[in-house]
T-cell receptor, first 111, second 114 residues
Framework: GQQLNQSPQSMFIQEGEDVSMNCTSS?????WLWYKQEPGEGPVLLIA?????ELTSNGRLTAQFGITRKDSFLNISASIPSDVGIYFC???????????FGTGTRLQVFP | EAGVAQSPRYKIIEKRQSVAFWCNPI?????LYWYQQILGQGPKLLIQ????????DSQLPKDRFSAERLKGVDSTLKIQPAKLEDSAVYLC????????????FGSGTRLTVV
């Protein structure tokens, strides 16, 4: 099945650093979502984006819906140890409720 | 509100055995999804229900996988017979009707087929 490409695949950073990750698709999406998954848990919704060009923040997290509607990025500022996890982007189109997930970015934060 | 409940949390079976997973969605959520997440990958949709009807099962391997949602609430996903490649986390999610709310996921059932 189709998956979105996320980069980087993994990141190892020091506490306090900023993080940036992105997600690209060959298809247009009408909604972009960013999820975080911790070990042994299901993905948890962080941010939802509904319009091309939209920039939305949730605390230290900021995400943007790309103008072409084929990409999105997520920034985390001033990272802390509890930011550790796998971050997934997901796209959704108008004609279906189905989410297409990215390949994930694994984030490790060292104190 | 209570989250999406799934059981069991873990299951280990031998290949060719059968297994069933159970999901109880958030109260009032008409749409229910089963996703398969293989280690190191993002979740992939297996089947989507709206109330007790199937909306999308195009990615469900119907020769061995089946799912039902009786009375439009709880759902079960069954694999019979299991193969080694079915080892994965099976995630259930639910949402309100409408396309732009995202989903709420359960904690998943980790299946290991040996």
């Amino acid at each position: 099945g189709q998956q979105l490409n996320q980069s980087p695949q993994s990141m190892f950073i020091q506490e306090g650093e900023d993080v940036s990750m992105n997600c690209t698709s060959s298809s247009i999406f009408n909604t972009w979502l960013w999820y975080k998954q911790e070990p042994g848990e299901g993905p948890v919704l962080l941010i939802a984006l509904y319009k091309a060009g939209e920039l939305t923040s949730n605390g230290r997290l900021t995400a943007q819906f790309g103008i072409t509607r084929k990409d999105s990025f997520l920034n985390i500022s001033a990272s802390i140890p509890s930011d550790v996890g796998i971050y997934f982007c997901a796209g959704q189109t108008y004609n279906t409720d189905k989410l297409i997930f990215g390949t994930g970015t694994r984030l490790q934060v060292f104190p | 509100e209570a989250g999406v409940a799934q059981s069991p949390r873990y299951k280990i079976i031998e290949k060719r055995q059968s297994v069933a997973f159970w999901c109880n969605p958030i109260s009032g959520h008409a749409t229910l999804y089963w996703y398969q997440q293989i280690l190191g990958q993002g979740p992939k949709l297996l089947i989507q229900f709206q109330n007790n009807g199937v909306v999308d099962d195009s990615q469900l391997p119907k020769d061995r996988f089946s799912a039902e949602r009786l009375k439009g609430v709880d759902s079960t996903l069954k694999i019979q017979p299991a193969k080694l490649e079915d080892s994965a986390v099976y995630l259930c999610a639910s949402s309100l009707v409408g396309k732009f709310y995202g989903y709420t996921f359960g904690s998943g059932t980790r299946l290991t087929v040996v």
